[in-house]
């Protein structure tokens, strides 16, 4: 089985049309009649969050082959960043605030990759937990910078130049699913591109792409920075959604919570980030609903996941899929 084939990169027609039924579902969602509504439209928003941050993640790691545990560095900093631009007695406008938050998670991505794509495989993987790390302690130590408590976001983004007021939660569940939608095309474009062949290229044999031309330092340095600046986009809705930000964010907990969800979805393609973590949240709620030992119950649903299905929900969904197909001649 190719490579590209393993990583379901050219998705199945019938995942193609799962995906879209998916996304109508998602559009209609809040039109539907029922009660606790806006808790249901604060769940789902939070999971589209998380699947851009996801998605975020697979560009280094399913596509470029690069496993980060400090990617959660960079969706925490433009949370902080949108906290601390914030003024005290109005809201900020969306249309500069969101650009500004990504290009400095995009920024503070590009330093340190500049430092960490110099190394490989599980060197690269520590050195980029470090750097989290790093982070994560300037926060947590600094009073000036919030401490262990955090620090509140008091206003939602200002968007009524587009017409929506975020503090609706109807609307910022909407502006969520565009920004989700539109991060996924976005990320099949690059994926399909030249830019995003010489990443995938990286990944099967980056002694073989240098010896052929293609310098793979700046590549993975591009790739770098383009997922911290998408996981930038994450973090500045999770602020703007919960109104709170604090060093927990930039993590290694969530840094992990992210690998989870790409590894449950599968990797390389961006829909499997996507399904990952709708699923990964979804079996996450209903276990902490059960029992109080919900980490035993997540745990073993990761490892019977990893076990049936080692190319994620998408590579399962695709192997019945060849089943069937052969069944059928």
């Known amino acids: 089985m190719s490579t590209a084939k393993a990583q379901l990169e050219k998705l199945p027609r019938s995942v193609q049309a799962v995906l879209v039924v998916g996304a109508l579902a998602l559009a209609a969602f809040p039109m539907v009649p029922m009660e606790s509504t806006d808790f249901y439209l604060q769940m789902l928003t939070q999971m589209m969050i998380l699947a851009i ?14 496993v980060s545990l400090g990617h959660a560095a960079y969706f925490g900093l433009a949370g902080y960043a949108l906290a601390f631009i914030t003024p005290q007695d109005a809201p900020i406008a969306l249309w500069w605030s969101l650009p500004l938050a990504a290009a400095g998670a995009g920024l503070a991505a590009l330093v340190i990759g500049f430092f960490v794509v110099r190394t490989h495989g599980i060197y690269f993987i520590m050195v980029t937990m470090a750097f989290a790390q790093m982070v994560f302690y300037l926060f947590f130590d600094n009073k000036a910078l919030g401490g262990s408590d955090g620090i509140y976001v008091n206003f939602r983004p200002d968007a009524t130049a587009v017409g929506l007021d975020l503090d609706n939660k109807t609307h910022f569940y909407y502006f969520t699913l565009v920004v989700l939608i539109a991060v996924y095309l976005f990320l099949r474009r690059v994926l399909f ?36 600046t998408l996981a930038g986009v994450a973090g500045y809705l999770w602020a703007a959604q919960t109104g709170f930000v604090n060093p927990e964010l930039m993590g290694f907990h969530m840094s992990a919570h992210a690998i989870m969800m790409v590894i449950l979805g599968g990797m390389g393609n961006f829909a499997g980030a996507i399904v990952g973590a709708f699923t990964f949240e979804y079996v996450l709620h209903l276990a902490k609903d059960l029992t109080k030992h919900w980490q035993l119950l997540m745990g073993g649903f990761i490892v019977l996941v990893v076990i049936v299905a080692p190319r994620g929900l998408l590579g399962l969904a ?12």
């Open 53 to 66: 941050f996801a998605m975020s993640l697979d560009l280094l790691q399913g596509v470029t082959g690069l």
């Open 193 to 228: 591109s030249p830019f995003g062949r010489v990443l995938s290229g990286i990944r099967v044999n980056e002694h073989r792409l240098r010896a052929v031309g293609y310098g793979s330092f700046g590549y993975k340095l591009a790739a770098f920075t383009l997922a911290g």
């Open 318 to 329: 695709d192997k019945f899929l060849n089943r069937d197909k052969e069944a059928g001649q």
